[in-house]
């Protein structure tokens, strides 16, 4: 079975957007090292625009094959006149307003979306890669497999949480654990089911 990976950047005290959700904040540390792991480990997360400025546009995918990502995080791609901003990936964006996709390439679930996720998973195939919101994030958490936390070395105080959910503990289990030279730690838990 597939499993759905929250790959997620986040602040010290845990939140992956100022109060607005924007993640400007963390943009500064894609630098060193913490460049070189996106350009060669975690490459199946980059857009197709940051993949073709990296010269690694025609890398295959080893860890994901599919994005979900909510509408919010599709807007920031539309906004620039991008329809497919991971047209490496099967692409699936959670929206309720959205009534037809604008690519043909992307798939827009306004249904129940762990539903959804659950199909996804019963499929052959490589990992499901979450593309945030606290949001999306929030109505998959029962089908979050994985977390993997980028951990900027910020304070925030405030801000867009990892998940909008009600109050409960899911356990999870720690695996690897790397840090890099401008401060950035990437952690990868493990649901304990």
């Known amino acids: 079975m597939r499993k759905l990976s929250y790959s997620v950047a986040a602040s010290l005290d845990g ?9 400007e904040f963390g943009m500064k540390f894609v630098t060193g090292d913490y460049l070189d792991y996106h ?4 490459v199946d997360a980059l857009p197709t625009a940051a993949r073709t400025a990296f010269g690694v546009d025609d890398a295959a995918n080893t860890v994901y094959d599919t994005i979900i990502q909510g509408r919010h995080s599709y807007d920031l791609a539309l906004a620039i006149g991008i329809t497919s901003p991971y047209a490496h990936l099967r692409q699936l964006v ?3 307003s959205l009534a037809e996709s604008p690519d043909p390439a992307v ?20 990992g499901i890669y979450l593309c945030g ?7 998959l958490r029962d089908e979050v497999d994985e977390l993997v ?23 999870f289990a720690l695996g690897p654990v790397r840090s890099f030279d401008n401060g ?8 304990v089911r």
Not at 15 to 23: L, S
Not at 115 to 126: D, F, I, T
Not at 133 to 139: E, L, M, R, V, Y
Not at 150 to 171: C, H, I, N, Q
């Open 94 to 96: 959670a929206s309720r």
């Open 133 to 139: 919101g606290a949001d999306i994030a929030g109505q």
């Open 107 to 126: 798939e827009i679930v306004s249904g129940d979306l762990a539903a959804r996720v659950r199909e996804l998973k019963r499929e052959e195939g490589l």
């Open 149 to 171: 936390i980028k951990t900027y070395p910020v304070v925030l105080g405030s801000g867009m949480p990892m998940f909008a959910a009600d109050f409960r503990v899911d356990e």
């Open 39 to 42: 350009r060669t480990e975690a």
């Open 15 to 23: 939140f992956i957007g100022d109060p607005g959700g924007d993640a």
């Open 184 to 191: 950035v730690m990437v952690r990868t838990y493990r649901r």
